[in-house]
């Protein structure tokens, strides 16, 4: 849990920047909140979705293999860990993804957003 409070904090400062740092100032607070919705829709889409994995593999597991304590307790373990391979995989997919898009090299404002702030 630390460590995924920290990555998120370190991610999503840098993403969100990334986002906005070349709009117009005047664009900045449209363009911040349409990041923010689709991070929203995106992290409920990918709970239930993992969600979905993980009771479906118990759910089979279930079937297969009966409904006592044992069963149940290692079929729960079964579904989170296919879920979370899931997860690991769209995460492996997403950076892959993000660094075949992305332009390399210093992103900076426009000059006009440089000037506003300076002046």
Known sequence: MILTGIGLG???????NRA???LDP?????ASAAYNTVQQVGAAFGT????SIATRV??????DHGSGTDAVNTGTVQGYTVALWVAFGLLVGGALLVGLLSRGGQRTPPPDAVAETTG
């Open 20 to 22: 906005t740092v070349r």
């Open 58 to 63: 118990t759910t089979s597991y279930l079937k």
């Open 48 to 51: 239930a979705l993992l969600n």
């Open 26 to 30: 005047a664009e900045a607070g449209v």
């Open 10 to 16: 370190c991610l999503l400062a840098t993403a969100t």
